[in-house]
């Protein structure tokens, strides 16, 4: 099976402007969790959505938002970025429901200027 | 909330050492705990797992123990190898839950 896919790999952008990231999950898994990760604040959980429902959030501003499809992919959204939010944003899948294992991405590297 | 604290957040052993990363959590709700290693410029990977209705797991070089009474679990690596070195995390979930990460430990295998 293809493993979970991020895009872009890699983004500027500047302060201000807002910015939309995309996970595909694994095939068959319908839990897709955000997580933003920095050198000194380590993984921070975003989100999670299950069959298209947000069913977790984390502590994060009402700036960050997703969205999950019919299909499991997801999105995520920041508007009006602030220097702070330059991180990897990683994304993570798992079946959902009764099972745990999550299997990450390979991140959304946010460069804000 | 959850919280998950870890130790040490740097070790360095000799190769062919034991490595023993530790993680305490708060919350006697979460019954689901996974290692994660991240190499450098890559994702985190899925190295190990226990549930909280078992008391240890081995996987070859590396093993979990969980002690749930003291609310801790434990990462051990043996017979280190150079491409052990990275940055290992713990996490703490349950049923409905979200991960909770440790802050992570970054683990130096010397040749």
Redesign the interface.
């Known amino acids: 099976k293809a493993g979970v896919t991020q895009t872009p790999r890699y983004l500027i952008k500047t302060r201000g402007q807002q910015v939309t990231l995309s996970c595909s999950p694994i095939s068959g898994h319908r839990s897709v969790?955000w997580?933003q990760q920095t050198p000194g604040q380590?993984?921070q959980?975003l989100f999670?959505y299950f069959s298209e429902t947000q069913?977790?959030k984390?502590n994060f501003p009402g700036r960050f938002s997703g969205r999950q499809f019919s299909n499991s992919r997801s999105e995520m959204n920041v508007s009006t970025l602030e220097l702070g939010d330059s991180a990897l944003y990683?994304c993570a899948s798992s079946l959902g429901r009764?099972t745990?294992?999550?299997?990450?991405?390979?991140?959304t590297r946010l460069t804000v200027t | 909330g959850e919280n998950v604290e870890q130790h040490p957040s740097t070790l360095s052993v000799q190769e062919g050492d034991s490595a023993v990363i530790k993680c305490t959590y708060s919350d006697s709700a979460s019954n689901y705990f996974p290692w994660y290693k991240q190499e450098l410029g890559k994702r985190p990977q899925l190295i190990i797992d226990i549930r909280s209705n078992v008391g240890e797991k081995k996987d070859q070089r590396i093993a979990v123990t969980l002690n749930k009474t003291a609310k801790h679990f434990s990462l051990h690596i043996t017979e280190t190898q150079p491409e052990d070195s990275a940055v290992y995390f713990c996490a703490a979930s349950g049923y409905g839950q979200n991960f909770v990460f440790g802050p992570g430990t970054r683990l130096s295998v010397l040749p």
Do not use: C, I, K
């Open positions: 969790s997580y380590g993984l959980f999670e069913r977790n984390g990683l009764d745990y294992e999550q299997y990450f991405g390979p991140g």
